[in-house]
């Protein structure tokens, strides 16, 4: 249940962080990302182990915005 709770807390920050954002780039990756963890941790079949891998991945997305948030890419 913990790991649950933190998963949605990552969540929403990374729902924060884009919504600091509208760069569409980055929340078209965003997307994109989650949606290819998602596919990849459904093979996962023990819960528990599921859980811990969808928390290294929304900390990965989280840290990446992060990161760019701090010196986002610019356009030229």
């Not at 965003?30 to 811990?52: H, M, W, Y």
């Amino acid at each position: 249940m913990t790991m649950m709770i933190e998963n949605r807390r990552m969540e929403s920050t990374i729902r924060a962080l884009l919504d600091k954002h509208t760069d569409p780039h980055l929340h078209r990756w965003v997307r994109e990302t989650v949606r290819s963890f998602e596919s990849r941790l459904a093979g996962i079949v023990d819960p528990a182990e599921r859980d811990q891998a969808r928390y290294a991945a929304l900390m990965l997305i989280k840290t990446t915005l992060q990161e760019w948030s701090r010196n986002p890419v610019m356009q030229h």
